[in-house]
């Protein structure tokens, strides 16, 4: 099965069963992977009223079609599972070279279901699988077991481990790899944490069977050759994502102070230039990339060791240090640093401690519940005692190891209207007051808000960012591109910042795989695990779908208070009035529920007949659904 290891392992944690099947070629030519592959196992296989962090729940490890693959760039992995954040469709990716490693090793998926009786490690070498005991390894914190491991195992070995947070079952908890690498959105480590997996360790020295090698190699260096001078090359080598942060910070979109403001006035002591003076080690590449967008950097503190973490890259600068009020870099990558440690998303991470800092500059929660410390804005000593709080759920930490939302819940006293989250899932580092289509792909989006969903800051200014109107059937474009790259399990930003373009990726797989698949039809697949999500997310949750999209009352109505969005905000009719027409571009009705005819067009009618039978399903729209449902309305600039 060219493209592929050829074997998918499903293992019982409970019994200790490994049972290996060839992998099904239909279900990985319909499904591609990664993405793909968790929408359909988790829609067939978990029951609607299990608990995420329950036995009932299932851990998906899946690559994806290129992954492994040279060509720009297989670097990637996902994880799935029902997410504790959000109580739906969870998939998480990330780099480095774990997911090559694990198809050399010949798996192309990986299902974990039940619970094992005590913790455990995953164990493969090649053709050995073997559950482990975790003993002397639980407890320890991400960074510092991956190098025990290491050491224990041997340095040719790649190794994915969750820290205290997804052992403790913190909603926000990451897996991470490469030192630095993370899974880091919805949630994926607590579940790893309550199946007692404490980490999985890969070692794969087979080969990878190619379709047409030549053309693959022909391809890849004709894009190697071209992008090595594209301009946008030497600032991503040289910052990274870091290089972002003025770039937002003139747009009026950077989140300071728990988004109370778009606008950080101390933005330069904290970006990429500052990051690259003063804490630089080395830059850091994902398996098979020229690019090398990691930063390997050193924190300096005085009182407080030395710490070394890959980043921090613009969500972490964005959410930790624009949202927290830093004005130290060095404080932002130590902050980078315990998060990656003790297993937290830096991103929903950071967002939560704003959202707490907030709460205390409020009044809300007080020294009395933060055993008689402070925390107070952009103090790295408050930071670190409450994030240590969260991670034991000590106090009041219990409250906040539920995120914003699940915090908000608990504290009452209208705290969800400065929750900047939706669906349980915070925001990503861009404040969407001027950005309304920003603002549409967080609340629709079907894992809660992430820019990797659909990213819109360049569409709304090219738009207009005080236009409403025409700006959903492009955020349904960007909703079905974006994702492409995680069912195909390749580095996006080859697409996105060097113009390699999708037909290119798509021309890869063709070589590589020898299907005969073209874009449209990936478009299709894409459009088909959307639409799947979603009825999976209603069949969980409830319906209407419209009450589930629903942006946080800061962002609709409390205008930003000054810098370059000073005054705007989007407003609750305008807000409205987008979603009706995002409901119309997709063949959703009104209510946002899909419909029968859609979810046939796209080949997946037992949903449609799931959602009938709890009364979900959408009304029949009165013209017929559209014939695009966006895929053809690529905007200019992405
Ligand atoms: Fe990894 Fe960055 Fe290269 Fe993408 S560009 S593969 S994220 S190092």
């Given amino acids: 099965m060219d493209g592929f290891g050829g074997t998918t392992l499903r293992i019982n944690l409970a019994t200790g069963e490994i049972k290996r099947t ?42 994806g079609v290129m992954t492994g693959s040279f060509s720009p760039v297989g670097s990637k992995i996902g994880f799935g599972c029902i997410s504790p954040a959000t109580n739906g469709h969870a998939d998480s990716s990330m780099g480095g070279h774990l997911g090559p490693e694990l198809k050399y090793a010949g798996y192309d998926l990986i299902v974990l279901e039940k619970i094992a009786p005590e913790a455990q490690y995953l164990y493969i070498d090649n053709d050995t699988v073997e559950l482990r005991s975790a003993d002397k390894y639980w407890g320890m914190g991400s960074i ?46 607590a579940v790893m ?40 090359m030497a600032p991503w080598q040289k910052y990274g994502t870091a290089f972002f942060v003025g770039w937002s910070n003139e747009r009026g979109c950077f989140p300071t102070k728990n988004f109370q403001k778009t606008y950080h006035e101390d933005w330069k002591k904290i970006d990429g230039e500052r990051l690259v003076e003063e804490c630089l080690v080395t830059h850091k590449a994902c398996f098979g990339c020229w690019m090398n967008c990691g930063k390997y950097s050193r924190a300096r503190i005085p009182g407080k060791p030395d710490t070394y973490v890959e980043g921090p890259e613009y969500e972490t600068i964005a959410l930790v240090g624009g949202s927290c ?215 969980r949750n409830g319906g209407p779908g419209r009450k589930h999209d629903v942006a946080p009352a800061r962002h609709l109505s409390e205008p930003v208070p000054d810098g370059p969005a000073e005054g705007h905000t989007v407003g609750a009719e305008n807000f409205e009035a987008m979603l009706d027409e995002y409901y119309a571009a997709r063949g959703w009705d009104r209510d946002g529920n899909p419909t029968r005819e859609v979810l046939d067009v796209l080949g997946i009618g037992f949903a449609a007949d799931d959602l009938e039978k709890i009364g979900l399903l959408g009304k029949p729209l009165p013209g017929g659904i559209p014939k695009v449902r966006g895929q053809k309305l690529k905007p200019k600039a992405m």
């Avoid at 196992?41 to 851990?59: C, K, M, Q, S, T």
């Avoid at 020295?205 to 071209?226: F, G, V, Y």
Wanted: a negative charge; hydrophobic letters at 35%; proline letters at 4%.
């Fill in 22 to 63: 060839p992998t099904d070629p239909a279900f990985a030519r319909e499904w591609m992977g990664a993405r793909g592959f968790v929408s359909k196992l988790l829609y067939d296989e978990v029951p609607r009223d299990a608990d995420p962090l329950g036995p009932d729940n299932i851990f998906i490890v899946a690559p």
């Fill in 144 to 189: 510092d077991l991956e190098k025990r491991m290491k050491d224990d195992l041997g340095e040719d070995f790649q190794i994915a481990t969750i820290g205290p947070a997804g052992e403790n079952g913190i909603v926000f908890s990451c897996i991470t790899h490469d030192f630095g690498r993370q899974a880091g959105r919805c949630g994926v480590g």
């Fill in 193 to 232: 944490g309550s199946k007692r997996i404490k980490a999985i360790a890969v070692r794969g020295t087979k080969s990878l069977p190619a379709h047409d090698l030549d053309a693959m190699t022909k391809l890849t260096c004709d894009i190697i050759e071209r992008t090595k001078t594209h301009p946008n």
């Fill in 325 to 539: 009020a830093f004005t130290n870099i060095h404080h932002v990558a130590y902050a980078n640093y315990l998060l990656d440690n003790l297993g937290m998303d830096t991103m929903s991470g950071g967002s939560t401690i704003a959202f707490a800092m907030e709460c205390y500059q409020r009044g809300i929660i007080t020294k009395d519940d933060l055993e008689g410390n402070e925390l107070r804005w952009g103090n790295i000593d408050d930071f670190e005692h409450f994030l240590r709080m969260i991670a034991a759920r000590r106090g009041i930490g219990d409250v906040f190891a539920r995120g914003t939302k699940g915090a908000a819940e608990s504290l009452g006293q209208d705290t969800i209207a400065f929750a900047s989250q939706a669906k349980g899932m915070e925001f990503s580092g861009y404040d969407t007051r001027w950005y309304p289509a920003q603002l549409l792909s967080y609340c629709t989006s079907d894992i809660g808000a992430h820019h990797n969903r659909s990213w819109t800051i360049t569409t709304d200014i090219e738009l207009g960012r005080e236009n409403y109107k025409g700006k959903a059937p492009v955020v349904v474009y960007l909703q079905h591109i974006r994702p492409l790259f995680d069912t195909w399990s390749c580095c996006r930003l080859f697409w996105g910042e060097l113009d390699v373009t999708p037909e290119e990726h798509v021309e890869t797989i063709r070589h590589l795989t020898g299907w005969d698949v073209t874009l449209d039809e990936c478009f299709l697949v894409s459009e088909k695990i959307w639409n799947l999500n979603r009825a999976h997310y209603l069949e």
